[in-house]
Nanobody, 124 residues
Framework: VQLQASGGGLVQAGGSLRLSCAASGRTFSRYTMGWFRQAPGKEREFVAVAWRSIGTTYYADSVKGRFTTSRDNAKNTVELQMNSLKPEDTAVYYC??????????????????WGQGTQVTVSS
C-alpha cells in the first residue's frame, strides 16, 4: 500500500483545514487508517483513527470535538477535517495504514505503511 497525503498549509488560529490521504491498491478496506503528527522537537503522537469498518473512529483527547476523520473505501481515501485549529496543532501530519489491535491503535508501531507527511502550520 502506498499512501499520499495532501492538504496541509498555513492557517490562522480558529481556522480549518482538510487533509486527505489517497491509498493505492485494492486492499484499502482491510486496513485501519490512522493519523499521527509530529511537532518540532517532539515525539510523534496519535491524532485519530478510522477503523476498518466505516463509521468507527477514535480521537486523541487533544483534538476530540475539533477534528473528524472519515474514509471512503470505494475511493481509497481517508480525510481529516480539522476545525478550530490552535497553534499547538502545528506539526507534520502523517496518515498510516495497518491492522492494529484495538488496544494498539494509538501506537505508531502498529501501522505498516506511512504517507510522506504534510505540514500544518497554525499561526496565532
Amino acid at each position: 500500500v502506498q499512501l499520499q497525503a495532501s492538504g496541509g498549509g498555513l492557517v490562522q488560529a480558529g481556522g480549518s483545514l482538510r487533509l486527505s490521504c489517497a491509498a493505492s491498491g485494492r486492499t484499502f478496506s482491510r486496513y485501519t487508517m490512522g493519523w499521527f503528527r509530529q511537532a518540532p522537537g517532539k515525539e510523534r503522537e496519535f491524532v485519530a483513527v478510522a477503523w476498518r469498518s466505516i463509521g468507527t473512529t477514535y480521537y486523541a483527547d487533544s483534538v476530540k470535538g475539533r477534528f473528524t476523520t472519515s474514509r471512503d473505501n470505494a475511493k481509497n481515501t481517508v480525510e481529516l477535517q480539522m476545525n478550530s485549529l490552535k497553534p499547538e496543532d502545528t506539526a507534520v501530519y502523517y496518515c498510516a495504514a495497518g491492522t492494529p489491535i484495538l488496544s494498539g491503535v494509538r501506537r505508531g508501531s502498529q501501522y505498516d505503511y506511512w504517507g510522506q507527511g504534510t505540514q500544518v502550520t497554525v499561526s496565532s
